[in-house]
């Protein structure tokens, strides 16, 4: 079983759709959680971290359930320029310097 | 405008040939990290340092080999290039303490023919 794993889609999604994806970890004593960008072609970004108890960035809100252990990014009125690969990412004890990267998500917003 | 920066950006290169990968940061960062990634594909993590003088393999196995002689370059090598070695090979920096959030460069294309 991968440490991180993610539907790799894609999930194809009209403007102004709501979508989420979600991110399971292998490790329960994963530390940090991160959602991160990716363009085709390019290098990733970071787009935001998961704190416990959830966080907002605009559009973008995150999630973490920890007994679950899952990860979440929810999307709210998609625009084209979402359209890219979500990469969620993990920290695990004992390597806090290595993050995890997991395959990715594909999302495909259309007109 | 880039922090990080890689060169080259593409290269192409016959089987045997040496090669090094450069990476350099501008923000001072402690940390920096080799990552592979095939199209389609997830990132591996191939290479870490903490800080000058210090080199960690890391997650995938890799025949390159690294070096951090200063904290603002890390530059990867291949001493003969083989076909196997075709690849995107991204360079990421980060700082010290908890946030472990990465910094990454454009990415050196390599194709290994």
């Known amino acids: 079983r991968k440490e991180v794993e993610q539907d790799p889609g894609p999930f194809n999604v009209p403007e102004g759709a709501t979508v989420a994806f979600n991110c399971t970890y292998s490790?329960?004593?994963?530390?940090?959680f991160f959602w991160y960008r990716q363009d085709c072609r390019k290098e990733p970004k970071l787009l935001m971290s998961v704190y416990s108890s959830g966080n907002e960035d605009g559009r973008f809100t995150a999630q973490l359930n920890r007994a679950s252990q899952y990860i979440s990014l929810l999307i709210r009125d998609s625009k084209l320029s979402d359209s890219a690969t979500y990469l969620c990412v993990v920290t695990n004890t004992g390597t806090a310097s290595k993050l995890t990267f997991g395959t990715g998500t594909r999302l495909q917003v259309t007109l | 405008e880039a922090d990080i920066y890689q060169t080259p950006r593409y290269l192409v290169i016959g089987t045997g040939k040496k090669i090094t990968l450069e990476c350099s940061q501008t923000?001072?960062?402690?940390?920096m990290y080799w990552y592979q990634q095939d199209p389609g594909m997830e990132l591996h993590l191939i290479h870490y340092?903490?800080?000058?003088?210090?080199?960690e393999k890391g997650d995938l196995s890799s025949e390159s080999t690294v070096s951090r002689i200063r904290t603002e370059h890390f530059p990867l090598t291949l001493e003969s290039a083989r076909p196997s070695h075709t690849s995107q090979y991204l360079c990421?920096?980060?700082?010290?303490?908890?946030?472990?959030?990465?910094?990454f460069g454009a990415g050196s294309r390599l194709t290994v023919l």
């Open positions: 990421a920096s980060s700082s010290k303490g908890g946030a472990n959030v990465l910094t």
């Open positions: 490790n329960s004593a994963s530390q940090s």
């Open positions: 923000m001072g960062h402690d940390k």
């Open positions: 340092s903490y800080g000058v003088n210090s080199t």
